[in-house]
């Protein structure tokens, strides 16, 4: 009889977004692969409401500091040993310090894999990063461009790195659920123009109002296109709630309501890729874009922000049309190149779907990552 393979998933964030969605993706695979997960997180979290549906428990911690939280990282550790846990998987480079000293002081048998979410940004060689690093085991990384980050930013060795992407359900997005003329119905969308579509929580961060400019430096270039905007501002959010009001105030204030469609998020995304001509991303840097994939695996023609990890993705430009972050006369070429260029961009969008639906497979995510964790346990 083989032996119960039985980790911790560390994630103490309370937000509900990629990272939170793709622990609990995640979580739900290697269940199905056998493991036994013990999940450590806040009370007021979201992910805890899938405590019965994924977890055999969980361990409620409160970060009461962020950096030299003895307390908390000594509690982790007798925790940890209860469960007879040895194998911790942490998502959030906020948790790395609890977890570096429940390591160094109160469970030094303890083993770290950290899945990593976020560009490193600015150098991190000093000695409290360097500390926390430490302490990793093994460091997985979703793009490679982010492992050469590794070796630039940190002194962490790179023979403890691997890169494994972070997969998705492909089947659910080649699939198309709906046909175009479905979903447009369902979103309540008539238009005989190509309709542009941009997904996500209404944020600064995202650039739905660049989208809705360049939308209308098009039209006084004569060149006419719609947009939908899919997706609502985060409620408590008082920074996300003004750029939405300031949004939409621009939409009305410059005759845009008859071409700039709202829909509020749902989880149905189906509906928004099917429905759409053209998909764009307008963030100013997306450490690795989901939606960017969605879109490949849904055959949607993308033009997307040359930043973050966008350009890896879309084999810089092989498979999708990139331009520099809110720079409004490259954007509109390029969206004049995908819908002018109809031959090339059936290839291109072809090729892409081909590309997400053979590297970015969950279970290909998954398998890879149950090798690792084996390792170790």
């Known amino acids: ?71 908390t990282a000594k509690y982790v ?49 000093d000695y409290f990063h360097s500390f926390r690093f430490k302490a990793i085991d093994k460091w997985i990384s979703p793009l490679p461009f982010l492992k050469v980050e590794i070796g630039l930013r940190t002194h962490y060795p790179m023979n403890r790195v691997v890169v494994i992407p972070i997969g998705i359900d492909t089947k659910r997005f080649i699939e198309n659920r709906y046909t175009k003329k479905e979903s447009r119905e369902l979103l309540r969308i008539q238009t005989d123009l190509p309709l542009l579509g941009i997904i996500g929580r209404i944020s600064k961060k995202k650039g739905q109002l660049f989208v809705v400019k360049s939308v209308l430096a098009l039209k006084k270039q004569g060149f006419h296109v719609e947009l939908l905007i899919f997706g609502s501002a985060t409620i408590n959010d008082e920074a996300d709630q003004r750029y939405s009001e300031k949004l939409r105030d621009f939409v009305i204030n410059n005759n845009l309501s008859d071409v700039v469609q709202f829909v509020e998020y749902q989880e149905d995304v189906h509906k928004f890729y099917n429905a759409i001509d053209v998909f764009v991303l307008a963030s100013h840097s997306e450490t690795y ?65 081909e590309f997400a639906a053979m590297i970015y497979d969950e279970k290909a995510e998954v398998e890879a990552i149950d090798r690792v964790l084996t390792k170790f346990l």
């Open 1 to 71: 009889m083989s032996k119960v393979k039985k980790i911790a998933v560390f994630v103490t964030s309370t937000g509900w977004g990629g990272l939170e969605m793709n622990t609990i993706k995640l979580s739900s695979l290697l269940k199905s692969q056998g493991y036994s997960i013990v999940l450590f997180t806040q009370h007021q979290s979201t992910i805890a409401d899938y405590r019965e549906e994924l977890f055999e428990s969980v361990e409620f911690i409160q970060k009461r500091r962020k950096y030299f939280d003895f307390k």
């Open 77 to 125: 550790a007798a925790s940890l040993k209860k469960h007879d846990i040895n194998v911790v998987f942490a998502v959030d480079n906020q948790d790395l310090d609890i977890l570096a000293w429940t390591k160094r002081l109160f469970h030094k048998t303890m083993k770290l894999i950290y899945q990593q979410h976020m560009q490193i940004g600015m150098n991190k060689k």
């Open 289 to 353: 874009g989901m939606v960017t994939i969605e879109a490949m695996l849904s055959g949607v023609p993308i033009v997307a922000t040359n930043s973050g990890g966008t350009p890896e993705i879309l084999s810089n430009g092989k498979l999708g049309h990139l331009y520099p972050f809110e720079n409004e006369q490259k954007f509109c070429k390029e969206l004049k190149l995908v819908l002018n260029e109809m031959e090339r961009t059936r290839k291109m969008t072809s090729d892409a779907r």
